[in-house]
C-alpha cells in the first residue's frame, strides 16, 4: 500500500512545467495517475506505481511517496484528504490511570486527542464519503475502544480537553482569571487546585494580559475543576518550570483518586514518566502518516522511545537510539578566555525587583539560566540584549554584536522562511556550512517555501532559532529554545546551538526548563531563584554539578538515572532515592 503526499504550500503549478506530470509513466495508459487539482496535483494512489519520477521531477520539493504494510488498511482510522496526513490505531483510556501519548510533532497526537474527545469524527479512511457515527461505532465491535466511543457519542460519557496551544485562549475566552475558573468549577474545588497550581496571585488578572506559564496554569486549572469521566491535556508543561510542571503532575495524578481518566500528550519524558502509568507510542513519518503502538507500561515504553524499536511489533521507526549523558561533560583545556562580563545589575518594575550577581562568560561557552517563571530571566536576557537599560550596574564595554530570540514570537518574524533564513544570513545562505549546521540540524529545509505566518508552534520555534543562529553575533541570546518541539527536536537544536557557539568562537545564554535539554546545551548554568513577580535573584555562572544541585535542591526534586538508557526520572516525593540523594547532597549527577 501506498501513501502519496503532497504538500499544498510548496506546490506551485504556476511556476514550473508540472514536469511531475508529463513525465509520469503511467500517464501514457492511465490518464488519472497524477492530475491538475484547484489546491495543486493530486495524485490517485490506486494507480500509482510508486516509480519516484514524479518526486525527482518537482524543483519544489513537493511530493513523497511511502510505502506501508497492507495490514494496515484494517486499522485505519482517519484520513484528512487525498493526499494528506492518515492516522492508524487509536489508544484506549484506562480506568484509574493515566494514559500518556509519546511521539514526534507531526505525527497524530493532537488528531488522537481531538477523536477521543469528540471533537473530530474519524472517516476510517474514507474523506469523500465518512461514515455516521452509528457505522463508527460498530466498525469498532469487539474492540476495547467500542464501549469508549459508544458511551462518548451516545452522551453518557462526558469529557474535558484542554488544547496544545494556550495563548490562543485569550482570543477566545475573555475575563478575569477568577471569573473564568469560578464559571468552571463544577466540582467545587477550585480553592484547593489554585492553591496547588499557585494561581491565587493571578486571580484579579485579565487573561490576555497572562504569560505562556500562568495561561498554561490557568487552563489546567480550568480542566481539572470541570466534573468529567475523562480529561485530556496536550503538552501540559509548555512554558512552565520544572517545580511547575512536577505540581501540575500531581494535580493530574490527584484525578485518579475519583477513579477518573487521563489522556496526556507531553514531550518532556521526565514530566511524562512521572506523570503516567501507560505509554502509547506513536511513530511513522510526521505529515505524512502516524500509527499507534500497542501500550507499554510507563518505563518501557519511553525505553521503546529512546531506542526507536518496539520488540512486540518487530518495527524500528529510527536508525539510531537517543543518547543521553551519564555525567556533566568536562570542560576541555582550562578556562575560556573571558568575552563578556558584567558587573552586578538592578533593575526594578513595580513591584518586582531583579538583583543578579556579576559574572563573565568566555568565548566558546554555552551558559544555560535556569529558575521558576516570573522572577527576572527573560529580564536577564534582555538587559543583555540591550532592549532593556539597568538602573545600575552595566555590562562590559566593547562592540558586541547580539542576537536575541524572544521567548514569545507572535508577529516578530515575517515572510517566507527562506526570504527571512536569506536576510538574516547574507551570503551565508548559499555556503555548504550553513545548509549543514543550521538548515539540516533544525529541519527548517522542508518549510522554505512556506509563508512564517502559517507555521505551526513547533515549525515557527525552529524558524526563530534559526534565524537567530544565522545573524552574525558575537553573543546568542535564546529564551525558551524547546517550547513546542519534539524530544529529538530539543536535542537537533542543542546541538545546532552547541556547535555553532564552539565552530565560531561565539558565546550564548540559554533559557531552557527542559532539565534533559539544559544539561546536553550547557557548559556553565546561572541560577535564578525568589518570589515569582516579586523578586528575582539571579547568580553567578556555576559549572554544571554545583548549579544542578543548587537549582534541584531550591525545588525539592532529585533526579536518577535509567539503568538501561541513561535517561534522568523524577525520584518519586519521600522515596527511598529521593530521601538518600537529598540527605548526600546529589541531586541530579549521581
Not at 504538500?7 to 492530475?35: G, L, N, S, W
Not at 457505522?135 to 453518557?156: K, N, R, T
Not at 529545509?445 to 515549525?459: A, C, H, P, T, Y
Request: proline residues 5%; charged residues 30%; glycine residues 10%.
Amino acid at each position: 500500500m501506498r501513501i502519496a503526499v503532497i504538500d499544498r504550500e510548496k506546490c506551485r503549478t504556476d511556476r514550473c512545467d508540472t514536469e511531475c506530470i508529463r513525465f509520469c509513466p503511467m500517464v501514457r495508459t492511465r490518464r488519472e495517475a497524477i492530475r491538475l487539482d484547484p489546491e495543486g496535483i493530486y495524485i490517485a494512489e490506486s494507480i500509482c506505481s510508486g516509480c519516484g519520477i514524479c518526486i525527482r521531477k518537482c524543483p519544489f520539493d513537493a511530493l513523497r511517496i511511502v510505502n506501508l504494510p497492507d495490514e494496515l488498511e484494517s486499522e485505519h482510522i482517519h484520513r484528512f484528504g487525498p493526499n494528506q496526513f492518515t492516522l492508524y490505531r487509536l489508544p484506549v483510556p484506562r480506568q484509574g490511570a493515566v494514559v500518556g501519548l509519546l511521539g514526534r510533532n507531526g505525527i497524530g497526537k493532537s488528531t488522537v486527542l481531538r477523536i477521543l474527545a469528540g471533537d473530530l469524527d474519524p472517516n476510517l479512511g474514507n474523506h469523500e464519503n465518512p461514515p455516521d457515527r452509528e457505522a463508527i461505532v460498530e466498525s469498532f465491535a469487539g474492540l476495547p475502544i467500542h464501549d469508549y466511543l459508544e458511551g462518548l457519542y451516545s452522551g453518557g460519557m462526558r469529557v474535558v480537553y484542554k488544547p496544545q496551544y494556550v495563548d490562543r485562549i485569550p482570543k477566545l475566552v475573555k475575563g478575569t482569571v477568577q471569573e473564568v475558573l469560578e464559571a468552571r468549577d463544577e466540582r467545587g474545588v477550585l480553592d484547593e487546585i489554585a492553591s496547588d497550581l499557585e494561581i491565587d496571585p493571578l486571580f484579579d488578572r485579565e487573561l490576555d494580559i497572562l504569560s505562556g506559564g500562568e495561561l498554561q496554569r490557568v487552563a489546567i486549572g480550568a480542566a481539572v475543576c470541570r466534573d468529567a469521566q475523562v480529561y485530556f491535556f496536550d503538552e501540559p508543561s509548555s512554558h512552565l518550570d520544572i517545580y511547575q510542571r512536577v505540581k501540575v503532575a500531581r494535580v493530574i495524578r490527584g484525578l485518579l483518586k475519583e477513579g477518573r481518566n487521563v489522556v496526556a500528550a507531553e514531550h518532556d519524558l521526565a514530566v511524562l514518566d512521572y506523570l503516567s502509568d501507560d505509554v502509547f507510542v506513536i511513530y511513522g513519518d510526521p505529515d505524512v502518516y502516524g500509527i499507534v503502538s500497542n501500550v507499554h507500561g510507563v518505563r518501557e515504553g519511553i525505553n521503546i522511545y529512546i531506542r526507536g524499536y518496539i520488540p512486540d511489533e518487530n518495527v524500528r521507526f529510527r536508525e539510531a537510539p537517543i543518547v543521553f549523558h551519564v555525567k556533566p561533560p568536562t570542560p576541555s583545556g582550562g578556562k575560556a578566555r573571558p568575552l563578556l562580563g558584567w558587573t552586578e545589575i538592578k533593575k526594578s518594575y513595580d513591584p518586582f525587583r531583579l538583583v543578579v550577581e556579576a559574572g563573565e562568560i568566555g568565548i566558546g561557552e554555552v551558559i544555560g539560566v535556569l529558575g521558576m517563571n516570573g522572577i527576572g530571566k527573560t529580564t536577564f536576557m534582555r538587559l543583555l540584549a540591550g532592549v532593556e537599560e539597568p538602573e545600575s550596574g552595566s555590562v562590559t564595554e566593547g562592540d558586541f554584536k547580539v542576537s536575541y530570540k524572544p521567548q514569545y514570537l507572535t508577529g516578530t518574524i515575517e515572510g517566507s522562511v527562506e526570504e527571512v533564513l536569506r536576510r538574516v544570513a547574507g551570503e551565508k545562505y548559499l555556503e555548504s556550512w550553513f545548509s549543514a549546521e543550521v538548515v539540516e540540524p533544525l529541519h527548517v529545509k522542508s518549510l522554505l517555501d512556506r509563508d512564517v505566518s502559517i507555521l505551526s508552534g513547533g515549525e515557527l520555534q525552529r524558524v526563530a532559532i534559526a534565524e537567530c543562529l544565522s545573524r552574525e553575533a558575537d553573543i546568542y541570546l535564546i529564551d525558551e529554545p524547546s517550547a513546542y518541539l519534539d524530544v529529538e527536536e530539543r536535542l537537533a537544536v542543542a546541538r545546532a546551538i552547541r556547535r555553532i557557539t564552539k565552530m565560531n568562537g561565539v558565546t550564548a545564554f540559554v533559557v531552557e526548563h527542559d532539565i534533559v535539554a539544559q544539561d546536553f546545551i550547557a557548559d556553565r548554568l546561572m541560577v535564578f531563584s525568589g518570589e515569582a513577580g516579586l523578586e528575582g535573584r539571579g547568580g553567578t555562572p556555576l559549572s554544571l554539578k554545583d548549579g544542578m544541585n543548587v537549582f534541584l535542591k531550591e525545588m525539592e526534586i532529585t533526579f536518577r538515572r535509567d539503568q538501561d538508557t541513561k535517561r534522568p526520572r523524577v525520584n518519586k516525593e519521600g522515596s527511598r532515592l529521593d530521601r538518600e540523594q537529598k540527605r548526600t547532597g546529589r541531586y541530579y549527577y549521581v
